[in-house]
């Protein structure tokens, strides 16, 4: 009895572990908040913005004074001036110099302001770009997630649909039985079912093909396991139907992340103008240099001992002149401490630059850049033209999807009707399967319409609704 019950818990653990396994469903902001962080599209955009922050590091470097120092050792072969005692001597000799230097910008045309603004706008340009970029990724998922919560209602109706052809198969095979109908009434019902058995494989295909078009925004790889959460659509009234278009576009340019880009590109352009005139200014550097040299060669110094020479002689008693000259030995370098401060060296002072003429390089460069001004200016005229235009079709697409739906249903209510009442007059005797197949059809297919229509106003008024800056939800 105890390993019955160790047995029944083995298995409840194992089942309770598989199920924890499971990936659960995912929702519509599940998703969203998935693609939004994998989407490759949004890393680069985000790799944009990082470049765009380490290029503000550099303006804002551009500020500080620049400090270089070097040193260099040398061997000289052969022969050589000392240029500690200024000798030339043929031998090896080292030395070893030393030396740093600092700069200061004090006017260069406004220059690193610029940049250092430029550099701000461009930060600001590429946080719109990502939340632009963020924003498209949103509505691909939501037209994705619509799109599996479609199929999955058109794999019910085409199930429904199936389901009711098998009880007009029964219900035929009774009157066959019964002599009130032959058996080509009943082949023409097989034929009827065998075409919604396809049309039920294919649903079944087309819920499969959305899920893994869906998994791929989410860069998901386990097809198979992926699914979202089913909920039971309500095509809602929308209430910015009531809106005009030309609210709906005064609103977007408020905060459609795309102006906003436009117009930092604008400004941007700007700075470029500034910056470009910033180099027909003159500039002006404050400097200062330090170097010094060690050597490493020996001295000559006295050793002494003293040596009488003649230098000449007296010329009445022709006798020598003598001179007493100290004998020279090699001793050592100078410490390396001492021939740091010995032969040390500064050198500063102010430099300026004029530019004169280059090849009209610098004014081409402005005029270049107020090229591009008008450029910006043109893009941000362009976007805001099909920023209008999309919102206008959007709200017409919308609206027409909305009395599209309302007389799918009402087409939907008809057929419905039409075919319980062809139900009746089928199997009173007083309707042929020909009429019957007929009037069942059209009342799949508005089924079918129904749907299709439902789900086309939905993702409508979501993309309406969007560019009115509402969020994206169901």
């Not at 249903?409 to 309707?431: C, H, P, S, W």
Request: glycine share 6%.
């Amino acid at each position: 009895m105890k390993g019955v019950q160790f047995l029944l818990i083995v298995i409840l653990l194992s089942l309770v572990i598989e199920l924890r396994a499971q990936p659960q469903p995912m929702t519509l902001v599940e998703c969203i908040e998935m693609a939004v962080e994998k989407n490759i599209s949004v890393k680069q955009s985000e790799l944009a913005l990082n470049d765009a922050e380490i290029n503000k590091d550099d303006a804002t470097g551009n500020f500080f004074p620049s400090l270089n120092a070097q040193a260099n050792h040398t061997w000289n072969v052969g022969l050589n001036q000392d240029i500690t005692r200024g000798l030339l001597e043929n031998k090896t000799t080292q030395y070893t110099s030393f030396g740093a230097s600092i700069n200061v910008d004090l006017y260069n045309g406004l220059r690193n302001l610029n940049q250092l603004h430029r550099a701000n706008l461009a930060i600001l340009a590429g946080e719109y770009q990502l939340e632009d970029m963020k924003d498209d990724v949103r509505l691909m998922v939501a037209n994705a997630y619509l799109q599996i919560l479609f199929n999955i209602e058109i794999l019910e109706v085409q199930r429904s649909q199936l389901e009711i052809t098998l009880k007009d198969v029964g219900r035929t095979q009774k009157m066959i039985e019964a002599g009130t109908m032959v058996k080509y009434d009943l082949l023409e019902i097989e034929a009827t079912m065998a075409t919604q058995e396809q049309s039920l494989i294919q649903a079944e295909n087309n819920l499969r093909l959305s899920k893994i078009n869906l998994s791929q925004l989410l860069l998901i790889t386990d097809y198979d396991n992926f699914d979202v959460v089913n909920m039971d659509l309500e095509a809602p009234f929308g209430q910015i139907l009531f809106q005009k278009p030309k609210d709906i576009f005064e609103k977007a340019l408020t905060h459609r992340k795309d102006i906003k880009f436009s117009l930092t590109n604008i400004a941007i352009a700007e700075k470029d103008v500034a910056l470009a005139k910033g180099t027909l200014h003159p500039s002006l550097v404050a400097f200062y240099g330090y170097n010094t040299r060690v050597s490493y060669a020996d001295r000559i110094t006295g050793d002494g001992i003293f040596t009488d020479i003649p230098i000449g002689f007296i010329s009445s008693t022709k006798e020598p002149v003598l001179r007493s000259v100290e004998g020279n030995k090699a001793i050592g370098p100078i410490p390396f401490g001492e021939q740091f401060d010995l032969n040390a060296g500064h050198n500063f002072g102010l430099r300026v630059s004029i530019p004169i003429f280059n090849g009209l390089m610098a004014r081409n460069r402005v005029e270049r850049s107020k090229v591009n001004l008008l450029r910006s200016q043109n893009q941000l005229q362009q976007e805001k033209l099909n920023l209008e235009n999309t919102i206008n079709q959007a709200y017409n697409n919308a609206e027409g999807a909305f009395k599209f739906y309302e007389a799918a249903q009402k087409t939907e209510l008809a057929r419905r009707k039409a075919y319980e009442d062809a139900i009746n007059r089928f199997e009173a005797g007083v309707m042929n399967i020909f009429d019957f197949n007929q009037i069942k059809q059209r009342f799949e297919m508005s089924s079918s319409d129904l749907v299709r229509a439902k789900f086309d106003y939905i993702f409508k008024l979501i993309v309406l609704e969007f560019y009115f800056g509402e969020n994206i939800t169901l």
